[in-house]
């Protein structure tokens, strides 16, 4: 499994960035795909995840209603919107593959696949 993140970076707050991930070495359709992101000092959150059986997107009460997963199957790469961002989204946001979003968000759980962040940084 790899799983390459881009799109991170340095935004104020209420701004909007957006995070890709490209993937490769796993049936793309057969397994959830989500981001996970880690503050310092803080446990792994998982953020928002992309079910394999209908693309149901299930996020973590903190970025509901601001963030969005999108997967396209064709290019395998999954997308996350953020918008409305604020200084306590500043993270290392990973990609994250498992079986199961109730894996994934909002408690990682099991084993994961992830990549090597992307760093997201929300100041004035």
């Known amino acids: 499994v790899q799983l390459v993140e881009s799109g991170g970076g340095v935004v104020q707050p209420g701004g909007s960035l957006r995070l890709s991930c490209a993937t490769s070495?796993?049936?793309?359709?057969?397994?959830?795909i989500g981001w996970v992101r880690q503050a310092p000092g803080k446990e792994r959150e998982g953020v928002i995840c992309?079910?394999?059986?209908?693309?149901?997107?299930y996020s973590a009460e903190s970025v509901k209603g601001r963030f969005t997963i999108s997967r396209d199957s064709a290019k395998r790469t999954v997308h996350l919107q953020m918008n409305s961002l604020r200084p306590e989204d500043t993270a290392a946001y990973f990609c994250?593959?498992?079986?199961?979003?109730?894996?994934?968000?909002?408690?990682?759980?099991?084993?994961?696949?992830y990549g090597q962040g992307t760093q997201v940084t929300v100041s004035s």
């Open positions: 994250a593959v498992h079986l199961t979003c109730g894996s994934l968000v909002p408690e990682p759980r099991g084993f994961a696949s």
């Open positions: 992309s079910s394999a059986s209908d693309g149901t997107s």
């Open positions: 070495g796993f049936p793309f359709n057969d397994y959830a």
